[in-house]
């Protein structure tokens, strides 16, 4: 298989082809989900949750997503590899945004980049796209505005300005669109409406294509179970039963057994 391209992307909505997409952050499982056949893989800015182990993704740098984007797509060859843009290395100006993403760019390279906003954005997606940068845009729910909002994964039900919001990143030249935590009649609205591929995550199922974060829906991140996320695996159980008979072999003596044992 050749690399799924941006003008993939878009062909698929045309096909009516649903894109399959989700996160990862390092070589070995970016390597096993392109392996499995995902379309996309987004470099998410979660990282700083699910890997860096903080409460928002506010503290994440342009340098942690570029370390991580570089591993993600050394690790694939066939899925389009997006990286996010991390708070505030594009809300200074569209000049800044293009430094941030002119680096991701050169320094992963992947193919795409992402960043939060619709109509308060909509210059900034412009000035990447006229630098031919793909960028994905991401309306509804949006995690960098957490201080804003108060609290993380609130449903968002104004449609005038989602639509709004959608429609100032396609115009703009966004190649996608994320989708995240709004009504599914008002995702199937923005998607019958556009002609850039639209990717939900708690958008329900109109939309061109589905993201997840990947440790959720393997059940990695234990505890974490909103309404929009289908566990997959339980890999959190997996991984800890496995733990413990290895500490316990180890005690008890079990292990290394013979097998396991040069003579
Ligand atoms: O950072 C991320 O993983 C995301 C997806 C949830 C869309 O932005
Ligand atoms: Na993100």
Redesign the pocket.
């Known amino acids: 298989r050749t690399r799924v391209t941006v003008p993939d992307f878009l062909a698929a909505k045309e096909a009516g082809r649903k894109l399959a997409v989700l ?1 990862a952050y390092d070589y070995p499982w970016a390597a096993l989900l392109d392996q499995a056949g995902v379309d996309a893989i ?1 470099v ?3 990282l700083g949750m699910v890997v860096q182990g903080r409460d928002t ?1 506010l503290p994440v740098t342009l340098d942690h997503m570029i370390y991580h984007g570089e591993m993600v797509v050394r690790a694939t060859r066939s899925a389009l590899v997006i990286v ?1 843009l991390p708070f505030m290395s594009y809300q200074v100006s569209p000049r800044q945004a293009k430094r941030s993403a002119g680096r991701v760019l050169k320094e992963t390279g992947a193919s795409a980049v992402k960043l939060e906003g619709g109509v308060n954005q909509a210059g900034t997606i412009e000035a990447l796209a006229n630098s031919d940068i793909p960028v994905m845009a ?1 309306v509804g729910m949006r995690p960098q505005s957490i201080r804003r909002l108060g609290k993380m994964s609130s449903i968002q039900r104004d449609r005038e300005q989602l639509i709004a919001d959608a429609k100032a990143a396609a115009d703009a030249g966004a190649f996608s669109i ?1 989708l ?1 935590l709004i009504p599914q009649d008002i995702a199937a609205q923005i998607t019958a409406e556009i002609d850039i591929p639209t990717i939900g ?1 708690g958008a329900g199922p109109n939309c061109d294509g589905q ?1 997840l ?1 990947t440790p959720d829906m393997l059940g990695q991140t234990h505890g974490f179970k909103p309404k929009f996320v289908k566990h997959y695996a339980d890999l959190h159980q997996v991984a800890t039963d496995a733990v413990r008979q290895y500490v316990d072999d180890v005690h008890t003596g079990a292990f290394p057994a013979d097998e396991h044992t040069h003579h």
């Open positions: 996160t987004l998410g800015d979660t993704t996010d991401h994320v995240e995550i993201v974060v």
